[in-house]
């Protein structure tokens, strides 16, 4: 079982990993700029599932003591984020889960990013740390619900295979989901982008769509 900690970790896609790493047994810090954000959202978590091993601090913490670090800000948020916790997250495992994806007049866009994709943008922010991509394309409001299996992959990118391979293997511990080795992290522009087309699919059906990859 590991620390596994959340860099802004108090909006639904940190909570709702927050919450299903916890249920898998890992010990989990939830990260905020303010101390009493983060504990209102471990108090969120407990009001779903009570007895569960997560604790609201600030980000510094998290990347002091976190064995592994997620990032969970909006993509705007990103860079400043990370300049400021770079000395705490060298040598440590990142797992990027942003998506740059803007909402303009309430239809969402995907962002284009000078280095490629987010994930890249964070592994040159963190040239000492291992950063992995995951996550982007799952749902925070699945998520958020104990009981309901994850139905979808999660689409794991990453220069760093060791990393990348125990990345895999913590995404399979949420149930229902597989993981699916989507090779180097230059890949991750294209599972970032479809985050954006994955939102745009949910205003058309009213659903909340996730992706399945075949013929595997
Ligand atoms: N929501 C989803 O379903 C979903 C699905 C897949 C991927 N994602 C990705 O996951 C990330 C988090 O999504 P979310 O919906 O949970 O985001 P969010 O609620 O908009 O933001 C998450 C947290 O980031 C912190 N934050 C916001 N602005 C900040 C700033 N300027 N500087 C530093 N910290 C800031 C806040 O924490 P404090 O105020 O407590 O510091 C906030 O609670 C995003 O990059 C998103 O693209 C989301």
């Known amino acids: ?3 596994l900690g959340f860099i802004g970790g108090t909006g639904p896609e940190g909570r709702g990993l927050a919450l299903r790493f916890a249920m898998a047994g890992h010990r989990v810090l939830l990260g905020s700029r303010e101390a009493e954000r ?5 108090e969120k978590i407990a009001a779903r599932r009570a007895g569960l091993d997560i604790a609201g601090v600030l980000n510094e913490q998290v990347a002091r003591e976190a064995e592994w670090a997620l990032v969970t800000v909006p993509y705007a948020a990103q860079r400043p984020t990370l300049e400021a916790l770079r000395p705490l997250l060298a040598g440590k495992t990142v797992i990027d889960v942003v998506a740059p994806v803007v909402f303009e007049n309430g ?4 962002v284009a990013v000078e280095e490629g994709s987010a994930a890249q943008q964070a592994q040159a922010l963190l040239p000492d740390s291992q950063v992995v ?5 799952v749902s925070a409001h699945d998520l958020l619900q104990p009981e309901r299996p994850i139905d979808g992959d999660v689409i794991v990118c990453s ?3 060791g990393p ?4 895999m293997a913590l995404a ?4 229902g989901v597989r993981a699916v080795d989507g090779g180097a992290l230059e890949n991750a ?3 970032e982008d479809l985050t954006a087309l994955l939102l745009n699919i949910n205003r058309v059906y009213k659903g909340r769509s996730m992706v399945r990859i075949t013929g595997i």
């Open 1 to 3: 079982m590991m620390v």
């Open 38 to 42: 983060a504990r209102e959202a471990v």
């Open 107 to 110: 239809v969402p866009r995907a």
């Open 133 to 137: 991509a995951a996550f982007q394309n």
């Open 159 to 161: 220069d760093h295979p």
């Open 164 to 167: 990348k391979a125990k990345v």
């Open 172 to 175: 399979e511990e949420i149930r």
């Open 189 to 191: 522009r294209y599972v």
